[in-house]
């Protein structure tokens, strides 16, 4: 039992590029949520999931994109990579009683 | 829109000097609060759910307590090694999402 698994843990973009974060659980948790964390700022949702098939958008969801094909994954896309999206992100888990997070995904736009 | 207000932003305290977190919240129909410990570089840990008024856990040295617009967690004889941000979260009833506060920046010196 692995709990949230976020691959990788430090990328660098250039301006333009797209990516796509990982984020995998292991609990068969019905709810999973994408996060950005900036200093000081807290944590922002971007987007959310409450099962398979069906995605919501959260506090900041331009620049992004997700989907969620599967109970386990819950995969966050960039596309067309700017610095605003330099943060660490956070993918999380939670079915009622416990939620778990992910180590996070430390990305830099240059 | 869910709303979470954490308090203070960074509190100081002496080691064994205890005092309380506030957490204050406006949300539709609360499922649940939640309050993580995040330590520098890593993701959030879990440490409680609280779903009602008046419900009150415990940890070692911590104690949450839920009233229905806020929530406290109570540091008791506060050790170094508890010197973290903790963060408070509500899950929306009206649509599953986990929304945060800021964060209160503690640090317990020797």
């Known amino acids: 039992n692995a709990g949230v698994t976020q691959t990788p843990k430090f990328r660098i973009l250039k301006i333009g590029q797209s990516m796509t974060l990982q984020c995998a659980q292991d609990m068969n948790h019905n709810y999973m949520y994408w996060y950005r964390q900036d200093p000081g700022m807290g944590l922002k949702l971007i987007y959310y999931?409450?099962?398979?098939?069906?995605?919501d958008k959260g506090e900041v969801p331009n620049g992004y994109n997700v989907s969620r094909s599967t109970t386990e994954y819950f995969p966050l896309r960039l596309e067309l990579a700017a610095p605003s999206q330099t943060s660490v992100y956070f993918c999380?888990?939670?079915?009622?009683?416990?939620?778990?997070f992910g180590q996070g995904t430390r990305l830099t736009v240059v | 829109e869910d709303q979470v207000t954490q308090s203070p932003e960074a509190l100081r305290l002496q080691e064994g000097e205890s005092s309380s977190l506030n957490c204050s919240y406006t949300?539709?129909?609360?499922?649940?609060l939640f309050w993580y410990r995040q330590d520098p570089g890593k993701g959030p840990e879990f440490l409680f759910t609280?779903?009602?008024a008046g419900e009150e856990k415990e940890k070692e040295r911590l104690k949450a307590t839920l009233t229905k617009k806020e929530s406290f967690l109570h540091i008791t004889a506060p050790k170094p090694e508890d010197s973290a941000t903790y963060l408070c979260a509500v899950l929306g009833g009206s649509n599953y999402k986990l929304t945060f506060g800021k964060g209160t920046l503690l640090t317990v010196n020797p």
């Open positions: 609280l779903y009602s």
């Open positions: 999380a888990s939670t079915q009622g009683e416990v939620a778990f």
């Open positions: 949300v539709s129909g609360l499922r649940g």
């Open positions: 999931s409450v099962g398979a098939g069906i995605t």
